[in-house]
């Protein structure tokens, strides 16, 4: 697992108000598909973000993927 994950949640409460909760989901369902040791059998994991406009979805994933260096597919 890259140390990094372990630092995720910290990471986005600094850049988010108000995600703490999701911001914690993100790091559990990111550190235990990173932490797999062999290939998914199954299609990548997703995550449905609803709400209005301006919470911070896009933004979450979008510190997510940059801080994991992950690429983001919409």
Same mark, same amino acid.
């Given at each position: 697992?890259?140390? @990094?994950?372990?630092?995720? $949640?910290?990471?986005?409460? +600094?850049?988010?108000? #108000? !995600? =703490?909760?999701? $911001?914690?989901?993100?790091? !559990?369902?990111?550190? !235990?598909?990173?932490?797999?040791?062999?290939?998914?059998?199954?299609?990548?994991?997703?995550?449905?973000?609803? #709400?209005?406009? #301006?919470?911070?979805?896009? =933004?979450?994933?979008? !510190? +997510? #993927?940059?801080?994991? @260096?992950?690429?983001?597919?919409?």
């Amino acid at each position: 697992i890259p140390k @990094e994950v372990k630092k995720l $949640a910290k990471y986005l409460n +600094t850049k988010l108000i #108000g !995600q =703490e909760a999701v $911001a914690d989901l993100l790091q !559990q369902e990111m550190t !235990q598909f990173l932490s797999k040791t062999e290939p998914a059998k199954k299609e990548p994991m997703y995550k449905i973000f609803a #709400g209005f406009p #301006g919470i911070g979805k896009s =933004e979450l994933i979008n !510190q +997510t #993927g940059a801080f994991l @260096e992950l690429p983001i597919v919409r």
